[in-house]
């Protein structure tokens, strides 16, 4: 049976109360508890800031593709006049979307929202035959219309409406004894059809000692300066403040001196004034009560535990969440003898009369005044408190699911197709207002990425930097050859969509013209349309673009919102590792865009070091991600034939290569910058050459940032053609002849993320002299010989050294050195990206795919 839980009961404002901490806690108890049976969780994109939390509180618990968001248009809020055509329009799109996803049952955490926010519920507006149950928290305002409903024209006729759509439920799960009776009671519900669930709470309200300074902190925060009674859970009339106000205004003189009445959680200011007048016309100082406003959970729990008294006094209640924490928190708890809250307490010398300030005040003296009854009160609330049980409502709600199912057998599944051209009839029929045309293109948008046409998985690979320019750069061979590579061999169940970032319209589109020309295929008539997406697709930050990345950031965090993993390559941290080598603002840069990065699913390194110093930088710098970041690496590949390689040789490239094969040569490989180490090589080898040593230095790559005078020194350099080669923006061809005609490959590089040439020279079994640091340790093993020499004259000797082994045919060998293909490299990512091996995953996972 598949089950789909509308969740905006813990999106809404709701969300700071209980009915949204009911709403997740019970859905986050029915996965737990669903056996075979398939769980789909369903939010509002309308509501985007409430998404994220709520798909890490499902983390590990449930696949986040199991977690759905729908689009609509907004603003929908029935508060506001003019949004009549948006919200009825949202209501056939929320349902159709549902109906999408082939229910067996529907199940609506909160119906009555939608009020003051862009919440959008209903019940079989769109005519189907999937039977739907809904929460019954209350029925408040309905009983008590002359406090609720009476005095604001606007809210009664919403109430109404969603009162009349809880009627067309098939179902209902009340969340205590006194609310199902109500619902027969007053709505004439079907007995049959309506559940006692019961509620619970969550496990941050348990009695625990706490830390003395956490709770000095915490009353200090609030200015609690005394001991304190407690009262939390809303400012409403029905949670008769006023009432309790004036309760503790009549408690003896040395108590009152004693204690401060402390009110917890989100208060509306007008109410909050409108208590404090009360307080004063009762003859209590200011100092004489708090008001915490929003406090999180935890901050809840240690109030609740410190606390000498907890008192409930509401005159109505749906269940009367607050008590249950209370009592869970070893707090002594008294409360009202009205509606549910009995059910919590449990025990008749705990209550009072809600309507009788000398009853409240009198209980409270009891409690504060004898602390036997007090202990006894704070045990019994501990006790109380196990008998209800998340995993127990859960239970009940499945069976009552799975009851409800069997009973409407008359259930049919529609097609996606139809689903759509229903809906778009729908919306066709709305007579409630006039739409704009924004209403109408937005709408039209919301239908086509609610219901995506393309079926299969998407793995999108961003090759902006591609696109635009390739800098043949060691980065854009990466780039190139991966690509190359996933497109010959996509992985099973995906399309392999490169795709680049729209600079004029925020997005992405499928790179369609590019990847013509790439694969020389025809197509000179296809566009680049905008990408669609649907949970499930997986988008691969393949280039290194850090201003693209951080100029998308809203629109890849609304795809990861619905269900798109987001994942990056990272080649390095050297503008944090060595800033010193880097134009300055270099290093800020990388981390705003490692910090962008954080905001998504992980990344992948080329090399255990990379994810080594990642992982490390994250634990340091990003402290309040909600879901893991995962960090993984893979080694790149070294066949150049494999990379898509350019042509092209220079006019006199075969007299440079003939050259080079008469005296030993040296080559260096990789764009000229400071951490790269070419002024070291040149100046050793000044020193070789002034000592006779007739041997070429060739050095292939292009000028970069803060090298103009070595690059000077390059341009003028005596031995320039001579010994010295200077060979800027080769071809792929060209270094391929370069490899074969040189006898040894320099890498004097004082950072890398990986070292690409230490496996192209491995490749074409040309020994290796590398500077001694991790990644090339990582990278070539044993197979190569390394320096540590920070100066000219001791890079000298190093090299002598090496000639000699050579000579004798004693070096270390590149031969034998293990290396990846381009395609094996792909593997390693795919297996990275789509596999169930996790490599380094907020962990020191030794292990590579």
């Known amino acids: 049976m598949r089950i789909v839980i509308d969740l905006q009961g813990a999106q809404t404002e709701s969300r700071y109360r209980g009915i949204g901490r009911y709403s997740l806690s019970l859905a986050k108890a029915i996965v737990r508890n669903s056996g075979e049976h398939d769980i789909i969780i369903v939010l509002s994109g309308l509501l985007p800031d409430t998404i994220?939390?709520?798909?890490?509180?499902?983390?590990?618990?449930?696949?986040?593709?199991?977690?759905?968001?729908?689009?609509?248009?907004?603003?929908?809020?029935?508060?506001?006049?003019?949004?009549?055509?948006?919200?009825?329009?949202?209501?056939?799109?929320?349902?159709?979307?549902?109906?999408?996803?082939?229910?067996?049952?529907?199940?609506?955490?909160?119906?009555?929202?939608?009020?003051?926010?862009?919440?959008?519920?209903?019940?079989?507006?769109?005519?189907?035959?999937?039977?739907?149950?809904v929460t019954l928290f209350d029925l408040i305002p309905f009983v008590n219309p002359e406090k609720y409903l009476d005095r604001d024209k606007s809210y009664k006729g919403f109430y109404s409406r969603k009162i009349e759509s809880l009627r067309q439920a098939d179902g209902w799960l009340a969340i205590s004894e006194a609310t199902l009776k109500e619902g027969i009671k007053f709505l004439s519900l079907d007995r049959d059809n309506i559940v006692n669930i019961s509620t619970a709470c969550d496990s941050v309200f348990h009695a625990a000692m706490r830390e003395g300074d956490e709770k000095a902190k915490l009353q200090s925060m609030h200015k609690i300066e005394r001991s304190f009674i407690l009262y939390?859970?809303?400012?409403?009339?029905?949670?008769?403040?006023?009432?309790?106000?004036?309760?503790?205004?009549?408690?003896?003189?040395?108590?009152?001196?004693?204690?401060?009445?402390?009110?917890?959680?989100?208060?509306p200011a007008t109410e909050i004034s409108l208590l404090e007048e009360t307080a004063k016309k009762s003859g209590l100082s200011k100092n004489d009560m708090v008001f915490t406003g929003y406090v999180t959970d935890h901050d809840l729990s240690i109030l609740y535990s410190t606390c000498d008294l907890f008192v409930f006094p509401s005159w109505h209640e749906g269940f009367g969440l607050p008590a249950l924490e209370a009592m869970s928190c070893g707090a002594a708890v008294i409360g009202s003898r009205a509606t549910s809250i009995p059910e919590v307490i449990g025990r008749s010398d705990?209550?009072?009369?809600?309507?009788?300030?000398?009853?409240?005040?009198?209980?409270?003296?009891?409690?504060?005044?004898?602390?036997?009854?007090?202990?006894?009160?704070?045990?019994?609330?501990?006790?109380?408190?196990?008998?209800?049980?998340?995993?127990?409502?859960?239970?009940?709600?499945?069976?009552?699911?799975?009851?409800?199912?069997?009973?409407?057998?008359?259930?049919?599944?529609?097609?996606?197709?139809?689903?759509?051209?229903?809906?778009?009839?729908?919306?066709?029929?709305?007579?409630?207002?006039?739409?704009?045309?924004?209403?109408?293109?937005?709408?039209?948008?919301?239908?086509?990425?609610?219901?995506?046409?393309?079926?299969?998985?998407?793995?999108?690979?961003?090759i902006s930097e591609l696109v635009n320019r390739d800098a043949r750069t060691g980065v854009q061979r990466v780039t190139r050859s991966l690509l190359?590579?996933?497109?010959?061999?996509?992985?099973?169940?995906?399309?392999?969509?490169?795709?680049?970032?729209?600079t004029v319209t925020c997005g992405y589109?499928?790179?369609?013209?590019?990847?013509?020309?790439?694969?020389?295929?025809?197509?000179?008539?296809?566009?680049?349309?905008?990408?669609?997406?649907?949970?499930?697709?997986?988008?691969?930050?393949?280039?290194?673009?850090?201003?693209?990345?951080?100029?998308?950031?809203?629109?890849?965090?609304?795809?990861?919102?619905?269900?798109?993993?987001?994942?990056?390559v990272v080649y390095d941290l050297l503008p944090i590792t060595l800033p010193e080598s880097f134009p300055v603002g270099s290093k800020e840069g990388h981390e705003r865009w490692l910090r962008v990065l954080s905001l998504y699913d992980g990344a992948f390194c080329i090399s255990k070091s990379v994810a080594?110093?990642?992982?490390?930088?994250?634990?340091?710098?990003?402290?309040?991600?909600?879901?893991?970041?995962?960090?993984?690496?893979?080694?790149?590949?070294?066949?150049?034939?494999?990379?898509?390689?350019?042509?092209?040789?220079?006019?006199?490239?075969?007299?440079?290569?003939?050259?080079?094969?008469?005296?030993?040569?040296?080559?260096?490989?990789?764009?000229?910058?400071?951490?790269?180490?070419?002024?070291?090589?040149?100046?050793?080898?000044?020193?070789?050459?002034?000592?006779?040593?007739?041997?070429?230095?060739?050095?292939?790559?292009?000028?970069g940032w803060m090298v103009d005078a070595l690059a000077e020194r390059l341009r003028k350099h005596p031995q320039r053609d001579k010994y010295l080669f200077w060979l800027?923006?080769?071809?792929?061809?060209?270094?391929?002849?370069?490899?074969?005609?040189?006898?040894?490959?320099?890498?004097?590089?004082?950072?890398?993320?990986?070292?690409?040439?230490?496996?192209?020279?491995?490749?074409?079994?040309?020994?290796?002299?590398?500077?001694?640091?991790?990644?090339?340790?990582?990278?070539?093993?044993?197979?190569?010989?390394?320096?540590?020499?920070?100066?000219?004259?001791?890079?000298?000797?190093?090299?002598?050294?090496?000639?000699?082994?050579?000579?004798?045919?004693?070096?270390?060998?590149?031969?034998?050195m293990p290396w990846l293909t381009w395609k094996q490299s792909a593997e390693q990512l795919k297996e990275a990206l789509l596999g169930s091996k996790t490599i380094n995953a907020n962990s020191r996972d030794e292990s590579a795919v």
């Open 612 to 703: 080594d110093e990642l992982s490390g930088w994250m634990n340091e710098n990003i402290t309040d991600r909600q879901r893991p970041f995962s960090i993984k690496w893979f080694h790149l590949g070294a066949d150049i034939k494999s990379s898509i390689p350019s042509k092209g040789l220079d006019d006199n490239s075969e007299k440079v290569i003939e050259q080079l094969k008469r005296s030993y040569t040296f080559l260096m490989v990789g764009t000229v910058e400071p951490r790269k180490g070419q002024d070291q090589v040149l100046d050793a080898f000044d020193v070789l050459w002034s000592q006779g040593h007739r041997i070429n230095l060739v050095i292939v790559g292009k000028q």
């Open 52 to 133: 994220e939390p709520i798909r890490a509180s499902f983390d590990g618990l449930l696949p986040q593709d199991n977690i759905r968001v729908w689009d609509a248009v907004v603003p929908c809020r029935e508060i506001e006049p003019g949004n009549a055509w948006r919200r009825e329009a949202a209501e056939y799109i929320r349902e159709a979307f549902i109906e999408s996803l082939e229910p067996d049952v529907i199940y609506v955490s909160s119906l009555i929202e939608g009020y003051v926010d862009d919440a959008v519920t209903s019940v079989k507006k769109m005519d189907t035959r999937v039977p739907t149950v």
């Open 232 to 267: 939390s859970g809303g400012a409403d009339e029905r949670k008769n403040l006023h009432r309790l106000i004036r309760a503790f205004a009549k408690l003896p003189v040395p108590i009152k001196k004693k204690y401060q009445l402390v009110m917890a959680g989100k208060m």
């Open 509 to 568: 589109r499928y790179a369609t013209q590019f990847i013509n020309h790439f694969l020389n295929r025809d197509g000179q008539n296809d566009e680049d349309d905008a990408i669609e997406f649907k949970v499930g697709d997986v988008f691969l930050g393949l280039d290194l673009q850090h201003h693209v990345v951080e100029a998308q950031e809203n629109y890849l965090l609304a795809l990861r919102q619905r269900g798109v993993k987001i994942f990056f």
């Open 350 to 462: 705990a209550l009072f009369d809600p309507y009788d300030e000398t009853s409240i005040s009198k209980k409270i003296q009891e409690v504060i005044s004898n602390h036997e009854f007090r202990d006894e009160l704070s045990r019994w609330g501990i006790r109380r408190a196990k008998e209800f049980s998340w995993d127990y409502s859960a239970k009940q709600a499945i069976r009552f699911f799975e009851r409800v199912v069997q009973q409407l057998q008359d259930t049919r599944k529609i097609a996606t197709a139809d689903v759509v051209e229903a809906l778009k009839n729908r919306v066709k029929e709305i007579r409630s207002d006039k739409p704009t045309d924004s209403d109408l293109i937005r709408t039209a948008y919301a239908i086509s990425i609610n219901h995506p046409v393309k079926k299969e998985k998407q793995l999108f690979v961003d």
């Open 484 to 502: 190359s590579e996933l497109l010959r061999t996509p992985p099973a169940e995906y399309s392999i969509c490169p795709v680049y970032a729209d």
């Open 728 to 816: 800027e923006g080769v071809s792929d061809e060209y270094l391929e002849k370069l490899y074969e005609a040189s006898s040894c490959l320099i890498f004097a590089s004082r950072g890398e993320g990986f070292g690409l040439p230490l496996i192209e020279a491995a490749q074409y079994k040309l020994p290796i002299i590398a500077r001694d640091i991790p990644v090339f340790r990582e990278v070539a093993g044993e197979y190569a010989f390394y320096f540590s020499s920070v100066d000219s004259h001791g890079l000298a000797k190093e090299i002598t050294a090496w000639l000699e082994l050579y000579k004798a045919g004693n070096h270390a060998k590149s031969d034998k």
